[in-house]
């Protein structure tokens, strides 16, 4: 069943002169953890404030639990929304900060404590209840936001870099515990991020932004080995994806300068970009061999990551840690033909599948 189905979404502002959101058309099935990734800029907040109803869209359609929400007010759409600022109430202690929202909505006192106390149980904040969000460290308020977001029972979770003020220790521990708490939950979720971990480790479904464009939706996995287009390619992944440009001509790969050969065996005739991923470079690997050398080292825990000129090109390459490399060395690196990407030099739309 579609939970959240969003149709020509459009959002401007100055007049039209910033286009945030263009075109934006999504379906989240219920129980579903969709992140929403991109740069900073590209429109991910507006997207859950049009969502949430705190923005008005120009142009399109919401549509919460069959239920078309677009001319409702935000307190009628039933969403939950945790704020990339937190917003807390600066006079309301943390107790209230989480049961404000059930208070406005008449529930009883008693039922008030009983999901107040479960949530904060399950967030590690019991003993912080009478102190104010002044007297919290950044991660507490953090969990407190997120609390007043998880009494409730919404149709969905909006929640808008929620682990970005925290530092990389508790950001992976509560990235993980987040996860559980929504699939025991069996909540439906969006979670905007700019973090390409924690949007590929967190979510079921990933969506990657653009310049307020949804350029491709799918299960994290497909989103990294079949990038639609060479903007998604070069977003996600770590270390970045090699990009040569060239033409194809009889089913190889030919770079601008004919230096490097590659056979795609792809039936396409003209300019491309090929893509390689770091790890899709071998060196001493089974596959097409190319000739290389070290240029310099760098280690990165345990994997290290080769620099290494290929005729006038660098690549990047990603091998264990234990593997011996220095610089100046020649090599032969394998590359499993099945793993190159490619695409078109002007549109970015990928060619090959
Ligand atoms: N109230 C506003 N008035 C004018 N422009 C705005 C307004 N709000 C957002 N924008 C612009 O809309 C675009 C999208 O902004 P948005 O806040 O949605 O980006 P974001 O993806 O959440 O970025 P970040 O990762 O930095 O939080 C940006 O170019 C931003 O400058
Ligand atoms: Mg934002």
Redesign the pocket.
């Known amino acids: 069943m579609v939970q959240v189905r969003l149709l020509n979404l459009t959002k401007t502002?100055?007049s039209g002169q910033?286009?945030?959101?263009d075109n934006v058309n999504l379906e989240l099935p219920k129980g579903q953890f969709l992140a929403v990734l991109?740069?900073?800029?590209?429109?991910?907040?507006?997207?859950?404030?049009v969502v949430a109803g705190l923005?008005r869209p120009d142009q399109g359609e919401i549509w919460i639990a069959g239920r078309r929400v677009d001319p409702l007010p935000p307190a009628r759409r039933n969403v939950a929304m945790v704020f990339?600022n937190y917003a807390l109430y600066p006079h309301f202690t943390v107790y209230q900060n989480i049961a404000i929202g059930l208070k406005l909505r008449g529930y009883s006192r008693a039922e008030i404590q009983k999901r107040v106390l479960k949530v904060a149980r399950m967030l590690g904040l019991e003993g912080l209840f009478d102190r104010y969000p002044r007297e919290l460290s950044g991660g507490q308020q953090q969990r407190t936001a997120l609390a007043r977001a998880l009494v409730r029972d919404p149709e969905v979770f909006l929640l808008?870099?929620p682990l970005s003020n925290l530092d990389a220790q508790i950001r992976e521990e509560t990235r993980s515990e987040l996860k559980r708490l929504f699939q025991d939950l069996g909540a439906t979720v969006i979670y905007?991020t700019?973090d390409q971990i924690e949007a590929l480790t967190m979510a079921d479904l990933v969506a990657v932004?653009f310049h307020?464009r949804i350029f491709q939706v799918g299960p994290p996995e497909e989103v990294y080995r079949y990038p639609t287009h060479r903007r998604v390619a070069e977003f996600v992944g770590v270390p970045r994806i090699n990009i040569l440009r060239g033409r194809i001509k009889d089913r190889t790969f030919f770079s601008e300068d004919q230096i490097v050969k590659i056979p795609v065996g792809f039936d396409y005739e003209g300019p491309v970009e090929l893509g390689v991923r770091p790890e899709s470079l071998r060196p001493g690997g089974e596959g097409f061999k190319l000739k290389a050398r070290v240029l310099w080292v760098e280690s990165w825990g345990p994997q290290k990551i080769l620099f290494l000129a290929l005729g006038p090109y660098e690549l990047r390459a990603l091998v264990a840690a234990d593997f011996p490399a220095s610089p100046g060395e020649e090599l032969e690196v394998a590359l499993r033909l099945e793993e190159v990407h490619l695409f078109h030099p002007e549109t970015g739309e990928r060619l090959s599948f």
């Open positions: 502002y100055l910033v286009v945030a959101l991109g740069p900073s800029g590209c429109g991910k907040s507006t997207l859950l404030r923005e990339q808008d870099e905007v700019h932004m307020g």
